[in-house]
């Protein structure tokens, strides 16, 4: 009898234990965590997804430009050269926990927009190459590109916004502790030459 009553309670008591490690870790936000941390990462692939494609457009629009012969080399190597150094860089989930490597992509992303928009300005100067539908199809596609690049920075943004408030706000907090997740980084609106405009002299 008394074995029984050991075995019981030995039950009881694991049950309780198990009942209130998980009122302790729903209550501390330890699932909550990963949540919001899944989707930054969903977010941030969104990102990546867009820039790709904004990326993947340029060989052709340089290819179309240099068609017209006499367009302005210096502008159009600016596109070359700044897409080339978003190309070098080793881009992939791990950059989102790197404060560094996250403002080093939005500076050359920013740069690439920039050099961009110098080189949509001096076609203006081409009416036969603005004229031209494979111009005219590239330019649609990087506009909807571009439109598409910033809904998708502020859906990150948003999803961050929501993951650290989760990560600094108490109990939540302890189930960041928990699962070892802190703070996370941004975009940052005020990266030298990210929102530059273009000097263009006619």
């Known amino acids: 009898m008394a074995s029984k009553f050991v075995r019981f309670f030995q039950r009881s008591a694991l049950v309780l234990a198990l009942v209130g490690s998980a009122s302790i870790t729903t209550g501390c936000g330890y699932n909550e965590v990963i949540t919001q941390d899944e989707n930054v990462k969903a977010a941030w692939a969104e990102v990546q997804n867009q820039y790709q494609r904004r990326a993947d457009l340029i060989p052709n629009l340089v290819k179309t430009v240099k068609a017209a012969g006499d367009f302005e080399k210096e502008t159009l190597q600016g596109v070359i050269d700044a897409r080339s150094k978003v190309g070098q860089m080793q881009v992939d989930s791990s950059i989102i926990d790197d404060p560094a490597k996250l403002k080093a992509f939005q500076?050359?992303?920013?740069?690439?927009?920039?050099?961009?928009?110098?080189?949509?300005?001096?076609?203006?100067?081409?009416?036969?190459?603005?004229?031209?539908?494979?111009?005219?199809?590239?330019?649609?596609?990087?506009?909807?590109?571009?439109?598409?690049?910033?809904?998708?920075?502020?859906?990150?943004?948003?999803?961050?916004?929501?993951?650290?408030?989760?990560?600094?706000?108490?109990?939540?907090?302890?189930?960041?502790?928990?699962?070892?997740?802190?703070?996370?980084?941004?975009?940052d609106a005020t990266v030298e030459n990210a929102d530059k405009p273009p000097e263009v002299n006619f």
């Not at 598409?148 to 989760?166: D, H, K, L, M």
């Open 107 to 187: 500076e050359a992303q920013g740069n690439l927009g920039s050099a961009l928009s110098r080189l949509m300005v001096v076609v203006e100067k081409y009416p036969t190459l603005k004229a031209t539908d494979q111009y005219r199809d590239l330019q649609a596609q990087l506009e909807g590109t571009e439109n598409r690049i910033t809904v998708a920075r502020q859906r990150f943004i948003t999803a961050v916004s929501a993951y650290n408030q989760v990560v600094l706000h108490f109990p939540s907090s302890i189930g960041a502790s928990m699962r070892g997740k802190s703070e996370r980084a941004t975009f």
